[in-house]
């Protein structure tokens, strides 16, 4: 999903592209809605949140939570004020660090391999689970405030045409994403599914699987790599929000306030834990997925479809996704059961094809063609 939302960008050339055809309005409110969970709602919060449990706790008892939160977050602070600065820090320094930590422990893992694959899943619907872990990552939504920057350091190397571009962009996403840490950090996983049930929990599992490949050297070295990723993604992740809502504002609140206010809210938030996190995170990813994507596919399909199409087929995605939640958490609502694909969490996708049709039928009537048609010639004109 993060690779079609980078095509997606490739496709119409930027976030704001893919948005608007939601309508100025929408794609302002979608657009916020992300950069929440992107930023001081979910994602940054999460990031002190795992340094805690992958890193500190294991290794350094007694530390207090809200202790490690404040201080995390000062550090985050000061690194994210000196603005021009945090590029070359995570680019240079923090990123290639991360790069080999993960490699020695997936190198670690597959030579020898820690178990047999389990030949049957543990759990009763595969790909629901996976549709919504994959979720939790927000991948897919970073793809879209955050693509524009690959783009440019693209285009900025030289390969400035559309398939020069897509062959780099798709390249490199393939070898560092898929090849390397996505399929090596799975295969890790798959290694110890006949040793450890569904219930275990995300940080203990991992930690589990370091330990078994290096012993309390590894949990240490594990530990370094997980403060290094979260480090650099709070980095990013508040840096960009902060300025994404000073520009909202149109600079009446100041870059450094907002960073401020980001920081200080994500270290609140941090205390509730990893997995209380997550599970309060769950509902509201269910929700905004589904329009993100959809304007995503469509971006990447068919981007010269009329909007008219595209709002609809938002709305349709919006619907459905909201009436399938509210059923998941306790508020009946048997019709979305009967829709296709409910058992693989793909509920939305008819919804938002139906309403997309809809609203292609009305792009056709007459009246819609006579409104256009002045604003058609303009164009031309212009």
């Not at 680019?91 to 020898?112: E, N």
């Not at 990893?274 to 990813?285: C, F, K, N, Q, S």
């Amino acid at each position: 999903l993060a690779m079609m939302g980078m095509f997606a960008l490739l496709r119409v050339g930027s976030s704001e592209q893919v948005l608007r055809r939601a309508g100025k309005l929408p794609a302002e409110i979608l657009m916020c809605a992300i950069v929440l969970c992107i930023g001081p709602m979910v994602a940054i919060p999460r990031t002190s949140a795992s340094t805690y449990e992958m890193a500190i706790a294991p290794n350094l008892s007694g530390v207090s939570p809200v202790v490690f939160s404040v201080a995390f977050f000062a550090l985050i602070l000061v690194l994210c004020l000196k603005e021009s600065a945090v590029v070359d820090i995570v680019g240079k320094v923090l990123t290639p660090l991360l790069l080999v930590g993960l490699f020695a422990i997936i190198i670690k893992g597959i030579v020898p391999p820690l178990g047999e694959i389990a030949d049957l899943p543990q759990i009763s619907n595969v790909t629901v689970t996976g549709i919504k872990a994959g979720y939790q990552t927000m991948d897919a939504l970073a793809a879209l405030p955050f693509g524009i920057i690959i783009l440019q350091s693209v285009t900025a190397k030289g390969y400035k045409q559309g398939k020069s571009q897509l062959r780099v962009v798709g390249g490199a996403a393939l070898l560092a994403g898929v090849l390397a840490v996505y399929m090596g950090l799975a295969y890790l996983g798959a290694t110890v599914s006949t040793q450890y049930t569904g219930s275990i929990g995300r940080a203990a599992l991992i930690m589990a699987i370091v330990e078994a490949l290096m012993g309390k050297t590894g949990v240490v070295i594990f530990g370094v790599v997980v403060g290094l990723a979260c480090v650099t993604t709070a980095i990013a992740l508040t840096s960009s929000a902060a300025a994404y809502f000073s520009e909202l504002c149109r600079g009446k609140v100041s870059y450094k306030v907002f960073v401020a206010a980001i920081c200080v809210f994500s270290a609140v938030v941090s205390n509730l834990g990893l997995d209380r996190i997550v599970a309060v995170a769950a509902p509201v990813l269910d929700v905004v997925y589904p329009p993100a994507l959809m304007l995503i596919c469509i971006s990447l399909i068919m981007p010269k479809v009329h909007d008219f199409v595209s709002r609809g087929a938002v709305i349709g995605a919006l619907l459905t996704s909201a009436l399938c939640t509210l059923h998941t958490y306790g508020v009946s609502v048997p019709l979305v059961e009967a829709l296709p694909l409910y058992d693989l969490g793909l509920s939305w996708v008819l919804p938002a094809v139906v309403f997309g049709l809809a609203a292609q039928l009305v792009t056709m009537l007459p009246s819609v063609r006579r409104r256009e048609e002045p604003a058609r010639r303009v164009g031309e004109k212009n």
